[in-house]
């Protein structure tokens, strides 16, 4: 716990905190999501992350941790994190397709319905903000979730 809140302080006091630094860190931070002790601070250490380098790289960091991770909770929590970070840091920074293609691969794909439920509310995050036009690039998903994509 200590040390997210270090690295927190760290990453918010420093003006040359680094992306070197954010891959140093982000693993046990994407860890900490699923840990109920550390899960508030792991949560401000990654928007800290995302002004400090941007949401577009620690989205990409974080895509490469979830697809590889064993605990299907570092995974869900991961999505429900990103569909906070999306509302909160918009989507300028964040590549929509990449975001798109790792839902469909990984979050829809689960069988572990926690991972497909944060899934579904980060599509209902993204349609806050592209609309319908959303459905293109959820033209190649299985008939079955389209049901819970519509409903979200």
Known sequence: QKMVEV????CQRSSTFSKQCVVLCILGVGEGLCDLEIQVQAVRCLSAFCEAVGPRFVFD???KIMK????????????AWMATAVEDFGLSD???KDVID???EVG??????AIRSATLN???VLYKFVGPDIGAFLDDVKPELHS???AE
Not at 7 to 10: Q, R
Not at 68 to 79: D, M, P, Q
Not at 108 to 113: D, H, I, P, T
Request: with cysteine.
């Open 68 to 79: 590889e991770h064993e605990h299907s909770k570092v995974v869900s929590e991961g999505l």
């Open 61 to 63: 960091r974080l895509f």
């Open 108 to 113: 829809l794909q689960s069988n572990a319905s």
């Open 148 to 150: 819970g994509l519509d």
């Open 122 to 124: 980060l599509i209902g």
């Open 94 to 96: 964040i590549i929509l």
């Open 7 to 10: 690295v927190t302080d760290l």
């Open 102 to 104: 790792f839902c469909k």
